[in-house]
């Protein structure tokens, strides 16, 4: 006979496992929505073909030397600084970008497909500012940096540490990349993004990644990612070129990204900036083609439109979603793999603004199907500050979307359907053994929005949202385990970082030259 004792301990601990935290990555999305595609076939070619006509007769200027050489021993018409690209070779190109590929991750189990119904959630990057765990905005730290990693680590829906989600101001520029990288490598072992700040820095990010995973390993295996953003209209730099290069000759992803900003940067309508935005990324992604056939690319872009009253950027607003539908249509004409923005809204404060903003970008991406969703947890205040609060209920609401994509389970219907007649007209199903096996995962739960009684609300301390998410994340900070990276490469790891940090004099200038 059991203990009394015994007994108690593992009812204790059966309640225990209820209520700890599941911090499990969700398996890359599967997306069974159907596409919202709001372009006919004809409209698609009419899209390509003024995109084309950009391309060869208008010209993308390359403002840099050892791209403008790559194009010339390319074929392709080089007057100056501009490239005049035929479109056969673009579709020559970019024929050779893989329609799909699989992340490798620190932890084998978390590796990730991207391509085709295949998707990720990556939290937000760059923010100059956080709101903190007591939502006070400030200038973010190294620390404020892995806290946000943790908490990417812990979040089931997010598929990614990213990289500087907020700036480590208390680090030199020239050596933040550094830092930022080795955060992203130590504090999860999910796949990362690598910093693009500069060509050296991104030569940094490659060598870290072959410490962290193998040379070899590398040339067959995408481990992280990069972003390159062009400067609309039509322009790529010198910094951005040099990056994609350190990337995409080593085999590894790079998001080519126009950077629109609707009725400033492009012209003031949705069907003309998208041509404009097309071509400007089948620029990029040729690009990385003749720097390396077959390498991995991503056709991306940042969207917003501009407000007309104060030319303040805008998210959230139905031509952004018009442009996602369109843009994602685009992309799958050319058989490549897509990003977007997630979760994007110019609120100062996470409050309603916040919320409408972010559940408008979300349900259209979702819908727009994209592959590579990116800026999917913390965005607020046009990307100025990263909410720790709204991070929280952005990566939940991730992961109902992850639900709502993954379509209806027909698995147990018979079963479900069999508890009709046992509970028969005017009973109830609450305590129908059906229910009882089904009830956490017939429906999604979710931790952070209170459904109860507003005499229980009260009755608990009248907690809002913004509260109860610090609260949750305090929580979660404090039940962090750290993925054990092993001691040999995490030593030459820290050896790399102290010598570069000798090498690249302190200094708060990207890092350029050393």
């Known amino acids: 006979m059991s203990h009394p004792r015994t007994r108690s301990g593992g009812r204790a601990h059966r309640r225990a496992l209820r209520s ?45 030397d050892i791209a403008l050489a790559d194009w010339k021993a390319a ?37 990730v497909r991207l391509g085709g119904r295949h998707s990720i959630f990556v939290p937000m990057t760059g923010a100059p500012f956080l709101r903190d765990l007591d939502d006070v905005r400030r200038n973010p730290t190294l620390d404020d940096l892995a806290m946000f990693h943790k908490l990417s680590h812990m979040m089931p829906a997010l598929h990614s540490s990213a990289h500087h989600i907020v700036e480590p101001y208390d680090h030199p520029i020239s050596h933040r990349h550094l830092r930022i990288t080795y955060s992203s490598m130590k ?33 067959d295996h995408p481990v992280t990612t990069g972003n390159c953003n062009g400067n609309s209209p039509l322009v790529w730099d010198e910094t951005m ?44 992604l040729a690009y990385t083609q003749v720097i390396r056939r077959g390498a991995p690319a991503i056709y991306g872009h940042y969207l917003s439109t501009v ?43 996470f409050d309603a603004q916040a919320g409408y903003e972010s559940a408008t970008t979300l349900s259209a991406v979702m819908h727009a199907g994209a592959n590579y969703i990116w800026h999917s947890a913390g965005w607020n205040e ?26 209806v389970q027909w698995d147990d219907f018979d079963a479900a359907l069999a508890a009709v007649p046992d509970v028969g007209p005017g009973g109830h199903y609450l ?23 507003i005499e229980q609300w009260q009755a608990e301390g009248g907690k809002e949202i913004t509260e109860r998410a610090l609260i949750h994340a305090r929580s979660l900070l404090g039940t962090y385990e750290e993925p054990a990276l092993d001691p040999a490469k995490d030593e030459a790891l820290r050896d790399y970082i102290a010598r570069r940090e000798r090498e690249i004099p302190a200094a708060d200038a990207l890092n350029q030259d050393h």
């Not at 890359?28 to 899209?47: K, Y």
């Not at 998001?255 to 949705?270: D, E, I, K």
């Not at 990307?383 to 379509?407: L, N, P, W």
Request: glycine content about 8%; some cysteine.
């Open 20 to 64: 700890a935290p599941n911090v499990a990555m969700l398996p890359g999305l599967a997306n069974t929505l159907p596409w919202c595609e709001i372009m006919d076939g004809s409209q698609v070619e009419r899209i390509d073909a003024a995109s084309m006509d950009i391309l060869e007769n208008v010209g993308v200027v390359f403002r840099d």
């Open 75 to 111: 074929g392709a018409k080089v007057d100056g600084d501009t490239v005049f690209l035929d479109r056969g070779l673009v579709r020559d190109l970019i024929a050779t970008i893989p329609s799909d590929f699989t992340y490798h991750a620190r932890d084998p189990k978390k590796n």
């Open 187 to 219: 504090y999860s072992d999910k796949t990362f993004m690598g910093m693009t700040t500069s060509p050296k820095n991104a030569e940094d990010v490659m060598d870290m990644c072959a410490i962290l995973f193998g040379d070899d390993f590398m040339e």
């Open 241 to 284: 070129l040099g990056a994609m290069r350190a990337f995409s000759r080593r085999n590894q992803p790079v998001l080519c990204s126009p950077f629109v900003l609707g009725g400033a940067n492009t012209p003031a309508s949705v069907a003309a900036s998208v041509a404009q935005l097309n071509a400007e990324a089948l620029s990029a």
């Open 307 to 349: 407000s007309m009253k104060s030319g303040a950027p805008m998210a959230g607003t139905p031509e952004i979603s018009m442009m996602n539908f369109m843009i994602g249509q685009m992309a799958r004409h050319y058989g490549v793999p897509w990003r977007t923005s997630n979760t994007l809204g110019g609120a100062k404060t």
């Open 382 to 407: 046009a990307g100025m500050h990263c909410s720790t609060a709204k991070f929280i209920v952005d990566a939940e609401q991730c992961a109902m979307a992850y639900r709502m994509a993954q379509g």
């Open 431 to 453: 305590g129908h053994p059906h229910t009882q096996d089904n009830f956490q995962s017939a429906f999604f739960m979710p931790e952070l929005f209170d459904n109860n009684s």
